[in-house]
């Protein structure tokens, strides 16, 4: 399979110390050597380089290791292509704009719903109330992961007229990926990361462990604020002391596939989790997202209300009938590092 890096940062940080063991999995620690790709957050662009080698061999992963660009939100990705062949459309992560927002997806695992063996002619299944009408967006390439991607975008264009409120976000996507495992949650695996502009970020665990697995099925997450520490990388021989490197306002949550570091604090995501994360800090229900639109952070867009006036409109966010199948969000306090 795949594996994951994301990182959502409370100032801006660079993403070096990180993409330094990660690139290392892309062909030398690990056998992801069919392409890498990075999303980058700078303001409301958003800053991509993909290439098809080895991300441990690339020049430009060699150049982008060597270039501490600072931001708020990226992700990464290194591939094991089991859908679509080795080429550049098939490199994650995808990008679209929607609502004036730049949204970038990466994915790990499989999505039978969406396999070519399920979707003849490419035409994928929709998602929520999206009608054969409502179809914006298309995948280039031929990967189950950019369907899933365009479904969902679609899923939340036709659901919204307006800018959701982040807790009614956080609902909606939750309610998308209980629908596309929903059925086939034996044979899924569907963890990704998706980027909603320069602040936000989305993870999505299924189905983490599983019995006589030999790949890894899940996510972990680390968050690093004062005190600050010491730290080794797992796949390179490299350590460092961010408590000479960071200020007291500093936090930085990372999220990986596995542990990139031997430093404790790293925790699992539970089966079918979703994680919202916003200036470095872990929202894993809708209703703790509603003090990140208070501070004045979230969805912001030239194109559509501001933010307090979604706040006086948005619906309220409602269960979903299978939300049993997934486990329930606790307190994010104790997962704080």
């Known amino acids: 399979m795949c594996q994951l890096l994301g990182m959502n940062c409370a100032a801006p940080t660079d993403f ?15 056998v992801h050597s069919h392409g890498w790709g990075l999303a980058i957050y700078e303001g409301r662009g958003l800053r991509m380089f993909l290439d098809t080698l080895p991300c441990s061999s690339s020049p430009v992963a060699a150049l982008v290791a060597n ?26 992560p995808f990008q679209r704009e929607m609502w004036g927002i730049q949204w970038s997806f990466a994915h790990n695992g499989e999505v039978p719903k969406f396999s070519s063996s399920y979707c003849p002619n490419s035409l994928h299944p929709t998602l929520g109330r999206t009608t054969c009408h409502d179809i914006f967006y298309n995948p280039v390439g031929d990967t189950d992961s950019e369907g899933v991607f365009c479904a969902i975008l679609n899923a939340l264009r036709a659901e919204f007229d307006a800018l959701p409120t982040l807790p009614v976000l956080h609902e909606t996507i939750r309610r998308l990926c209980e629908e596309i495992i929903y059925g086939e949650s034996d044979s899924t695996i569907f963890n990704f990361l998706l980027g909603c502009g ?37 796949d390179a021989e490299y350590s460092i002391d961010f408590s000479k490197i960071t200020s007291p306002s500093d936090r930085v ?79 994010m306090s104790q997962w704080y590092v």
């Open 198 to 234: 320069p602040y936000t970020q989305f993870a999505f665990s299924w189905p983490g462990q599983r019995p006589g697995s030999q790949v890894w099925n899940g996510l972990f997450y680390i968050v690093r604020e004062p005190p600050f520490r010491c730290a080794d990388l797992i």
């Open 67 to 92: 270039y501490p660009i600072k931001t708020y939100n990226m992700l990464a990705h290194i591939r094991f292509a089991t859908q679509g062949g080795v080429s550049l459309e098939n490199v994650h």
């Open 16 to 30: 070096t110390f990180s993409f330094r063991g990660f690139s290392q999995r892309g062909g030398v620690t690990d």
């Open 253 to 331: 949550a990372v999220i990986a596939t596995k542990p990139l570091t031997s430093e404790p604090g790293w925790k699992e995501f539970q089966r079918g989790e979703l994680i919202m994360f916003d200036h470095g800090k872990p929202y894993r229900a809708p209703g703790e997202c509603e003090s990140v639109e208070q501070q004045g952070r979230g969805l912001c867009s030239k194109v559509f209300a501001n933010k307090l006036e979604r706040l006086s409109t948005s619906a309220p966010v409602h269960s979903s009938p299978l939300t049993n199948m997934f486990s329930t969000a606790g307190d």
